[in-house]
């Protein structure tokens, strides 16, 4: 176990309220490798243990009530536990957890998802959205026959063989250990603020598939991508016989209801969906043209005079995912929560920024649509909150900066005050999240920030 050895106020606040936290953790350090199932919920000296949650809200293991911007890592638009979800999966639990067959209710969510989503002529279900990237490349592989995909620096697209490089590490090149340096040689990893170089290396490679991206820009938008980026790969892409590709696992029903690609009107030839579409249960998906999806349908492939594509998966769209995704999908069908959940992180975007000029702390807070990012200045540079532009530090500025040590004791401020942020450092708003909510995060974030000024962070 961890041993208290801190003179930090931050780190005794946040360890004289999260005991038995730390008890799970050194519990969990023992049988869990790092005490932990995911690399994002990294956060030292330990992270809370949650309990129960409902709505905006969430507990842990020591009764402690935060607001949580986690939001089961973006799956989340309605929040913890919405009545709609609960009683869908519930009524489910009942009827079969797994039926072994085909079922009404995949139908009734791929039609949901084929309304929302402008791309979707087909969808195909998976149990994450790793499995959709993996299931996109290899169908986009698969009908133009070439081997490389253009990737852009710091675009996350899970965590599966063919895009561990540059997306977590590596962001320079190399090849992360237990990967096939073969792999990585089958990417391009390049920069979004030189649209020419993508243009050159299509023009001098005739051997490349597909260009994925997130559509947001890296991380659900912490490096933003320049204006017209999207059309212009879309041009580009099309130009070249390349196939275009957008990771909406975040952006997907949050971006707008018809994700990123809806709220921007540039359309992919297939998109990877995953989060919301379950809502909140597990599940992925991979959407678009027909002709590319049904490589997948043996008849269509052979019609086609392709060889029909393998996939398999023993939880795709499973009866409880399904159910959720249905809930879920169906109610964004016919309320706009996209558009609430937006204007409630504006306010957040607006009030955090009020707080930063307020104290005085050169820091800066972006983001768009329900999405908000906390830019914590590790280079200490000269920033004006009121001012601040994303886009002038780049990826190197931005993500390839991100300071964890600085993130952890910011967000260990946060936690003491009753606050979850992620660790980009920000947070995804949802649909439920409402003024109190907002409030009481503008409190804790101005308490924070005067710890951390306090102890030299600022
Ligand atoms: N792509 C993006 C953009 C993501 O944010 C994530 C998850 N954070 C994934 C892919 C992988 O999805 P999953 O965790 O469901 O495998």
Redesign the pocket.
Known sequence: MTEPTTNSHIERAYRARTPRSAALYGRARQSIPAGLTHD?RTLLPYPIYASKAAGSRKWDVDGNEYVDYFGG??ALLLGHGHASVIAAVARQLELGTHWGAAHELEVAWAELVARLIGCAERVRFTA????A?HLALRLARAFTGKRKVIRFVG?????HDGVAAGGMSHFHGGVPAGILPGLVEETLLLPVDDLERVARTLEAANDVAAMVL?PSGA??GQVPLPPGFLASVRALSRQHGVLLIF?E??TGFRWSRGGAQGRFGVAPDLC?L??ILAGGL?G?AVAGRADILDQLDAGAAAAAKREKIGHQGTFNANPLSAAAGVAMLSRLQHEDLCAVAERTAAELRHGLTQVLIEEAVPWGIYGEASAFLIFPNPKRLAIDPARFDPLALGFEGLKGARNPELCYRLRLAMLANGVDIMGAPGGLVSAVHGPDDVARTLEAFRTAVRWLKSEGDV
């Open positions: 994002s890592h973006g994450s959205g790793t499995e990237s675009h996350f697209h899970g965590w997130e991380s659900w990771d696992v975040i990877i995953a989060k597990p992925g």
